[in-house]
């Protein structure tokens, strides 16, 4: 047989997908139950060198793709508690395995109606969730970098005064206002639209890292007096290194009393939403005029999947207003040709992996995790406390957790946690990552898996303790 026809066996694919799915079982058991520590550290060169053997080797599907999960760092491990990326839901894994064969591009309507449809009822759940009335509408793109980048490309054509998209920005400087703590995605993507430094205002956050907002109003007028335009705010729902939630009622007061976009980055926070118990942490985000919310976060979608939601629907269709004539016949604002608004030309198909979980567990599923994870945080921010070696850097309003160990005194605070963080890494038992709060360095936990328990907690703290103490 041809390598092509070969490539394309029905009865090949059958028999490697089933031995997959045995395979990818077998490793969620394991994780489940501490099999294998969480991460193993290792050297990139010679990681290179290992699997650039493995190419050649002749090994067999399976035994590369053994390998290959066994290397990789384990989400699905209770002691998974780095960065903010979710150990997907199986059923989510499966629909992305329908997407990757099927590989429609969703750009144009004719290139994967179903998702099409499905990516309008997706993003309809979220909006009314968000609790948008029935004008608000959007689309789903790749990550939240490139929704928030979009978002914003909106507000500068909605407030820039002119046609930005047409016309370019020279000859003004414009600018945002975000929290010293807003993502750096934010800075990326002014710097993207040519605003470069002077197009980021950053105000200061409280004593809990939320937007001081007594500051917004002289920042604005200072910002007014140096010649700047204003396009609009943003704000954290919730922050990527504490999980703190901005006050979005204040914010939003503030954008319809100087007629300012509000765009909300919730990233990480927006699935609050689903949750009866924590949704009061997103007050106010039904008055911004785009938000963006990360399904691959905290709603257990592989990456990337965004959902970039708009009040007014309508405003989404004049961020590219560019016209291709050869994908599209009419100008108007076709909701079902997505690529007339999003980034992407040609787009995976994002919404069944959504969809799917919605329809097999409804929204529940997305409270209950919600729930769970927010417990968890701040199960872990009490344990901290009661430990008189260990310092909170803020009362966990999420799942994100940020803390300091301690050092018997004369020694580099910030020093001795950072070696605790890279012996952690070593030891593998663990993972976790660090941040930097006012010049700081903090210890920063995400706690994604539902399987962490309580015991996984104090044990991590033990597992500190014990690194802190070796540390001369
Ligand atoms: C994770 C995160 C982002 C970046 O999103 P990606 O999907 O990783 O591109 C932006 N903002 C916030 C608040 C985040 O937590």
């Known amino acids: 047989m041809s390598l092509l026809r070969d490539g394309y066996s029905p009865e090949n694919f059958r028999e490697k997908g089933h031995k997959l799915i045995d395979l990818l079982a077998d490793y969620l058991s394991s994780q489940q139950q501490y099999s294998s520590k969480v991460f193993t550290k290792f050297e990139p060169e010679a990681l290179t060198r290992v699997w650039e053997e493995k190419l050649h080797s002749g090994a067999s599907f399976s035994e590369i793709l053994d390998q290959f999960t ?92 002119k046609n930005a998209w047409k016309n370019g920005t020279a000859g003004q400087q414009y600018a945002v206002i975000v929290s010293e703590q807003a993502h750096y995605c934010i800075d990326r993507a002014v710097k993207i639209m040519g605003w470069g430094d002077e197009g980021v205002v950053k105000i200061p956050v409280d004593g809990s890292f939320r937007m001081d907002i007594s500051s917004l109003e002289k920042a604005y007028n200072s910002s007014i007096a140096e010649g700047k335009k204003i396009i609009g705010v943003v704000g954290n729902a919730c922050s990527t290194a504490t999980g ?179 012996k952690i890494i070593e030891n593998g038992e663990f993972f976790l990552v660090q941040t930097e709060l006012n010049d700081n360095v903090y210890l920063r936990t995400s706690l994604m898996n539902i399987f962490t328990t309580k015991n996984d907690l104090k044990q991590l703290l033990d597992h500190i303790e014990e690194t802190g103490i070796d540390i001369i």
């Not at 759940?125 to 980048?149: M, P, R, V």
Request: glycine letters at 8%; hydrophobic letters at 40%; charged letters at 20%.
């Open 70 to 161: 066994e290397d990789s760092i384990h989400l699905h491990h209770p002691r998974y508690m780095g960065h903010q990326v979710s150990p997907v839901l199986p059923t989510a894994a499966l629909a992305d395995l329908v997407s990757a064969l099927l590989n429609n591009g969703v750009g144009v309507y004719e290139m994967g109606s179903p998702t099409i449809a499905m990516e309008r009822i997706v993003i309809q759940k979220i909006a009314n969730q968000l609790g948008f009335s029935e004008s608000a509408g959007g689309f789903l793109t790749s990550g939240g970098t490139l929704g928030n980048l979009t978002a914003l490309l909106t507000a500068r054509q909605q407030k820039a005064g």
């Open 244 to 422: 703190s939630f901005d006050p979005l009622e204040e914010i939003a007061d503030f954008c319809a009393d100087h007629n300012l976009w509000f765009h909300i980055d919730a990233a990480h926070g927006g699935a609050a939403a689903f949750s009866e118990k924590h949704a009061s942490l997103l007050d106010g985000i039904n008055r911004a005029d785009s938000v963006v919310v990360d399904f691959h976060k905290m709603m257990m979608a592989p990456s990337l999947v965004t959902g970039v939601i708009f009040k007014e629907s309508q405003h989404s269709y004049q961020t590219f207003s560019q016209q291709a004539k050869y994908l599209w016949d009419k100008e108007d604002a076709e909701w079902y040709n997505l690529g007339k608004r999003t980034f992407e030309c040609t787009k995976d198909m994002m919404a069944l992996k959504i969809f799917m979980s919605f329809q097999q567990y409804g929204p529940k599923l997305f409270e209950e995790i919600v729930d769970e994870l927010f417990a968890k945080g701040r199960l872990l921010g009490k344990l901290i406390t009661e430990r008189s070696q260990f310092e909170l850097a803020v009362k966990p309003q999420a799942n994100i957790v940020c803390f300091r160990h301690l050092p018997r005194h004369g020694k580099d605070i910030n020093e001795h946690n950072r070696r605790i963080r890279e």
